[in-house]
Structures are given as structure tokens and as C-alpha cells.
């Protein structure tokens, strides 16, 4: 088939959980299928990435988008929104010149399946006709923002959560009932959708894990060391970051004064910062690009999450390394764990730090529950069992006969737009 592909970002470099399910299952559909990438960027450097693509697409085109943040052109965008049923998600992403490239392609290329990689190209479902739609909804947006909110401190800015939760919740109920099919990441994120009234045909095609790749190392362990792998420039994961220094870690070094914690991802908030500056036993690593040393060498591997919603690809990737793993009940969500088996879940500060500090005093135990966790993630969550389940679905689709070899692909171009100011 010729697939076009939608998606907010070029999955591409592969250092979050985003960008690792979008470029397997497009490394997956490039195996049987031509496809046809439409992306969009925030940043100039993020453009020069769209050449990476062009080995799994015949033809990559980027279109500009406003940066997240304090800029005046976010800013604006999100002034407009105030006026729109819109989330502003899915109004950021929307360009005019990419729907029209979209009904170019709709009509000169042939094009027998669309797959929109998220929520936020919704807008973009609604016009697309005469073909199917296939949208991935990584994670349950609206809860998700939800969860933002509940936690959000700033009252203005809960203010405006709030908003956009309930703009939110009624175009993913609109947007998944809408499209021809809608895969999911998880049966509880199935259920959740199902419960708010959303009738269609889901598949649950969990986030997956490159087991060739993610995989126990010979490397000496640190016995007393943990590790948090994430970036803390989102307000998810710099809200976990935090809860952990503000919550657990006290508790911790009052029993455990020998333990010793690594920070690794980009932009630490302003809390890590200054405890890390007090505190020698508190590591800021930053961005590593190959993370698997710095895990397999840590005792225990934290996920101390409590907003946001989905499944945790770095939970799977650390578990797939044979990691010992304790989380929060949201950074376990959709995963089929068994607590105190392949992993310790914990939603009470005091129970969380009561099971880092049990695991670091038995290590045979973080030794056996590490083993358990490789074994689930081989059995449920690699690729290579993912692909199957991926390949059937897609296929279902394709109005005519099945052909596994693909024809020679002519040499891929790659169409990039300059950034507008």
C-alpha cells in the first residue's frame, strides 16, 4: 500500500518514548509498504533530521510550527485558541499548506491508507475522505492534561488546563469515533476511552522494545546507586523529578545515607539543580545519547511519575535490561506488571522509599525481580512479537492483494520548508 504518514514531529533523534514507538512502527510499515511522511517542526536543527527518514520514506516533507514556550508567536496562537472549540494542540499543528498537500496527495499518488501518529493532527482527520484513517493515540490526552492540572500550582495556569481539558476530552471523544480505526497503547487506556462513551474499532498495539538492543550488559553495578532517566524541561517529568527530591528522598537518605542517585536527561529543573549542588550524592548526568551503561550500572532504576498518561517506554526499556524497577502506579499504567513480582509499584512516598531501600538491602531480590521483568518485556512488549499483531491490522486494510515484495523504490527526496519567523 502507499501509506501517507502524519505525524507532529520527526521521530528522530530516538531519545523519548515518542519518537521510539513513531520510528518502529514506521520502521515496521516501511518493511511491506511505501510510505509517504508529512512532519512538522519547532525548532530550524530539527529540520536537517527529516534526511534520516528518507532510508524508510519515499517522500519526507516538513512544515513549521510555533515553538512550546514563552515566544510571542506561541503566544498569540494561544491567545486565538481562547476563541476556538479546538484544543490548542491540534490548532498549533494545523497548516494550511499541509492540508493542501495532503489533498495533492490524496489525489495524484494513489494514496489507500492515512496514519495520523497522534491526537494533535485531528483537524487534519476530519477532512481527509475516500480513504481509511488509522490514528495512534499515544496516550489518553485529555487525562493526561488532567492529571497536569491536579498537580499545576500556578492558579492561572490551572485556570487554562482546565480549558483545554475539557476542550480536550470532547475532540478525543469526536476524533477517535470519527476515524476508521483507532490503536491504543494499553487495554486500561481501551476501557478509558470505551467508559466515555467512544464507539470504534480499537486495537491495542502496545509500545514495544528493541530487545536487541535493550539488553542486559556485562558491566559492574553499583549497589547503591539508583537512576532516573528522562528529560525535565516537560512539566511531567519535572514534576516527578521534584516529587521524588521534595518526598522520597529525604526518607531514603535518612535510612540509607550510602545511597547515591543519577539524573540523567536534559534540562534539570531548578530544584535538582540546587539539591544537587548541597547534596554530592545527587548526580546531574544530562542528556546521554546511549543510555544503557549508565542504567545497567545503577542498583535500581526509579519512575517516580505521577501525571500524564500512557505507557512508559523508559520503564520498558529499563526492564528489558533486566532492571529492577519501582514506580509510581501512573508510570506502571498499561503495562501488564505484577506488583512484587517483575516490579515494586508504590503511589505513598513513604512506601516508595520503603521499597528502594528493601531492594538495595536484598540484592538477590532486585536480582529476580530484574530477570521476571526481561522475561515479561520478551514475551509481551518486543517489536518482533509487536510487528505481527501491526502487520495484520495495516493489511486489513490494503484493497488489494497482499504483495510482500516491494517493488525498487525511485530515490527518496525530501522536501523541507523553511522556518517562518
Known sequence: MNILFLTPEIPYPLGCGHHLRSYNVLRILAQKHRIYMIAFAQNPEEFAYAREMEVLCRKVTVFPVARTGLNFRFAMLALRNLFSPAPLSAQRYYHKQAAELIGEYLRKNEIDLVHADMLA???YCKEIKGVPVILTDHNIEF???????QIER????????????RKLKSFEQKICGMVNHCTLVSKSDRELLRSCGVENNFSVIP??????????LNLPMDPRKLIWVGGM???YNADAVDYFLREIWPLIRKVQPDCTVDFAGSAPTALLQKCAAADPRLRIMHFIPDIRES????ALFIAP??????TKIKVLNAMAQGKAVVATPVAAEGIEV???ENIFIAEDPKLFAQRVIDLIRDPSLASEMGSKARKLIEEKYSWHVIAEDLHQLYEGFDPRPIDSAIEEAPQPTCALLERQS
Open 154 to 165: 500556578n492558579p492561572f495556569l490551572k485556570l487554562f488546563l482546565y480549558f483545554q481539558y
Open 233 to 235: 524541561g516537560g512539566p
Open 143 to 149: 487525562l493526561r492534561l488532567y492529571r497536569w492540572m
Open 121 to 123: 493532527l485531528g483537524l
Open 305 to 310: 511519575i505521577r501525571s500524564g498518561s500512557g
Open 207 to 216: 509500545n514495544g522494545v528493541d530487545v536487541d538492543y535493550f539488553h542486559p
Open 295 to 298: 542504567v545497567q550500572k545503577a
Open 338 to 340: 505484577t506488583d512484587g
